[in-house]
């Protein structure tokens, strides 16, 4: 056979499928994520400087240091993972999640890293700035009336557009890596090994969907640590309610907090009380008034599930302070308090939906000298 009829007989390479074709676009976006992961450094920890309990010392994780501003950027990435390893999406997924704010925030920013279409669904009180850095990122905004209803209009939304629906209360609790190096609690206590009490007497967090609780919880189990956990929640959330009483798994209609983040009005699958040894309800004039005396005492904003944190916090530090007991205390400092310039430090807000936060922020100022509540 002559070269030239060689030629032309020589076998065509092998085109790749489409499922290689997929495969090697999850293996690009698990890259891009985990690149972006190693160009963030670490959140601070930082000692909350008060004077009323000698011997006991409260530190705030701060976690408004992520690029997406909010603790709520550990879970995206974590789901966005979870999503892509498990094959339920690809390069023309369309992502849609449920949330209060800050979880899309940080989702649209990893959907925008992938290149994907991102439509979250938040009820339509949710702060201005929250859904500004949703649109910022490169997300799409739809409203429904009232929390309740986010569950069954994402899914719907997913089932119209073809896309996938992530589902953070579900997902939550599974896709942290609690046993390995990427999680809050291992931060925690790689942080706090050279304080004067490296073992913390608590760890205080709040529960949205019940993540972060669960991974806190499985870390100090699985690192045999004395730790104790307590959850800080929302007077008016089902969470606490269900800790006390399993068979409570639902509010009754109208009980609804202004604090966004955490609490719910029914049970969500991530929720995981077993790991939780012991939870504090907290009104929402306290985590208001926390936060503004917070502010007082740092020179800077917070976020209102950060009050919430810091009030249950206090609780505790009163109680050690009567006992005698000594020791070392973490919480979250889950976002920057600028996103809440309209609503949580807006003086017009907060009387139009009569929360009269100021004895609190009085009993508080007054916690940071005596140490006692």
């Given at each position: 056979m002559t070269p030239h009829l060689q030629r032309l007989h020589r076998p065509e390479p092998d085109r790749p499928t489409a499922?290689?074709?997929?495969r090697a676009w999850t293996q690009d976006a698990v890259q891009l994520i985990a690149a972006d992961a190693r160009r963030t450094a670490d959140t601070n920890l930082i000692r909350l400087p008060f004077s009323g309990a000698p011997g006991i010392a409260l530190y705030l994780k701060d976690e408004s240091t992520h690029p997406t501003g909010s603790l709520k950027h550990r879970l995206a990435r974590a789901l966005f993972l979870h999503a892509l390893c498990s094959g339920w999406i690809g390069p023309d997924s369309t992502i849609v999640e449920a949330s209060s704010g800050s979880t899309a925030v940080s989702e649209a920013y990893f959907a925008r890293l992938l290149g994907l279409r991102f439509l979250a669904v938040v009820p339509r009180s949710v702060a201005a700035a929250k859904v500004a850095a949703i649109s910022r990122h490169g997300g799409e905004i739809r409203y429904v009336d009232s929390a309740a209803d986010i569950h069954r209009a994402s899914l719907a939304l997913a089932c119209e557009t073809g896309g996938h629906y992530m589902d953070q209360?579900?997902?939550?609790?599974?896709?942290?890596?609690w046993r390995g190096e990427d999680n809050i609690a291992r931060s925690i206590f790689s942080q706090m090994s050279a304080e004067a009490d490296p073992i913390p007497a608590w760890l205080v967090?709040?529960?949205?969907?019940?993540?972060?609780?669960a991974t806190i919880g499985r870390f100090i189990r699985y690192r045999r640590l004395p730790t104790r956990l307590c959850v800080a929640d929302p007077q008016d959330s089902v969470f606490h309610r269900h800790y006390h009483d399993r068979a409570t798994i639902a509010v009754p209609d109208g009980e609804q907090s202004c604090i966004e983040g955490i609490g719910r009005g029914a049970v969500e699958p991530s929720f995981i009380p077993e790991l939780i040894d012991r939870m504090l309800p907290v009104s929402d004039a306290q985590s208001i008034g926390a936060l503004r005396a917070v502010w007082e005492l740092l020179g800077r904003r917070c976020g209102g599930s950060t009050g919430t944190n810091i009030w249950a916090a206090a609780q505790l530090i009163s109680e050690m302070k009567r006992a005698g007991e000594?020791?070392?205390l973490v919480t979250i400092l889950c976002d920057d308090g600028e996103?809440?310039?309209?609503?949580?430090?807006?003086d017009a807000w907060l009387l139009e939906r009569g929360v009269d936060w100021r004895p609190e922020r009085a009993r508080m100022t007054a916690f940071f000298e005596s140490g006692c509540l």
């Open positions: 499922s290689a074709l997929r209360f579900t997902y939550a609790e599974r896709v942290c890596d967090c709040g529960a949205g969907t019940g993540g972060t609780s000594t020791g070392s996103r809440y310039a309209d609503t949580y430090f807006s």
